[in-house]
């Protein structure tokens, strides 16, 4: 089974710009694994906010944008908010019998 | 808009059972694959079930697999999760999750939707 690696932890500060990653260890990863970013907030459920690589849902800010690079999925995070402040999580499609794989997650700071 | 209520949960001796329950609404149940994902305290997200849209096939992780079973009700909108021989390490916040599968004008796109989660605590 598959092993999706993530940044454990990365601090940004109000108004700049940070991008995560999402690694896989069966190599490059591509559209065809339907990479979604998933941010969830202390306490709260996990909600996602980019799907499909690139794909916004009608909730998610547009300052959040997602993209291949260099092997790799990645969430960019323009003009940073203290509201973004939570874990962010890469979930990765392989189907057959273990069809999705989570990212360890990354907490991200704005400071 | 889709909405996923969850139920059941609750706090259970090891070895015990329980049952999760997962109502759907405000999209066409039976035609999309669901899945369970679980989060232990403090740690990540962790993939454990998965049921097709028909009721077939079903997936388990290794951490489950024997112990837990999906089923869906497609005619009540349901998910579940029979949970068996329930471990302290299953301590968890266990989530409904529908897996989006769709075609736009730029073609396949998958995405998912979250319940709001219940919590499972095992311990004597």
């Known amino acids: 089974q598959a092993v999706v690696t993530q940044e454990p932890s990365v601090t940004v500060s109000p108004g700049g710009t940070v991008t995560l990653t999402c690694n896989s260890s069966t190599g490059a990863v591509t559209s065809g694994d339907f990479p979604n970013w998933i941010q969830q907030k202390s306490g709260q459920a996990p909600k996602t906010l980019i799907y499909s690589t690139a794909n916004r849902h009608p909730w998610t800010p547009a300052r959040f944008s997602g993209s291949l690079l260099g092997g790799k999925a990645a969430l960019t995070l323009s003009s940073a908010q203290p509201e973004d402040e939570a874990d962010y999580y890469c979930?990765?499609?392989?189907?057959?019998?273990?069809?999705?794989?989570f990212g360890g997650g990354t907490k991200l700071t704005v400071l | 808009d889709v909405h996923l209520v969850q139920s059941g949960g609750g706090l259970v001796h090891p070895g015990g059972s329980l049952r999760l329950s997962c109502a759907a609404s405000g999209f066409s149940f039976s035609s999309y694959e669901m899945n369970w994902v679980r989060q232990t305290p403090g740690k990540g997200l962790e993939w454990i079930s998965y049921v097709g849209s028909s009721g077939s096939p079903v997936h388990y992780a290794d951490s489950v697999k024997g112990r837990f079973t999906i089923s869906r009700d497609n005619s009540k909108k349901s998910l579940f999760l029979h949970m068996n021989s329930l471990r302290v390490e299953d301590t968890a916040v266990y989530y409904c999750?529908?897996?989006?599968?769709?075609?736009?004008?730029?073609?396949?796109?998958?995405?998912?939707?979250w319940g709001q989660g219940t919590l499972v605590t095992v311990s004597s």
């Open positions: 999750v529908e897996d989006w599968f769709h075609y736009d004008s730029d073609g396949p796109k998958r995405s998912d939707y």
């Open positions: 979930l990765l499609y392989f189907g057959g019998p273990h069809p999705w794989v």
